[in-house]
């Protein structure tokens, strides 16, 4: 569906509820309360952070 969009010239934001711990992210990271922007580069620390491995 996603990607549908995308194809359509639609912008697309993809969101997901966290169960990693996600109080060692950067600040810049968190562009409102309870909302993180994740990166490929998010959370090195973390060897488990599987919104990192779905933004690679």
């Known amino acids: 569906m996603a ?3 995308m194809h359509q010239g639609k912008e697309v ?3 997901n509820l966290s ?4 109080e060692g ?3 810049e990271e968190w562009v409102a ?3 993180v ?4 580069g ?12 779905l933004a690679q």
Do not use: G, M, N
């Open 3 to 5: 990607l549908d969009l």
């Open 42 to 53: 998010s959370a090195p620390h973390q060897s488990w952070f599987p919104e990192r491995t």
């Open 37 to 40: 922007v994740v990166t490929p």
């Open 33 to 35: 309360p309870d909302v």
């Open 13 to 15: 934001h993809l969101a």
């Open 19 to 22: 169960s990693s711990a996600l």
């Open 25 to 27: 992210l950067l600040l």
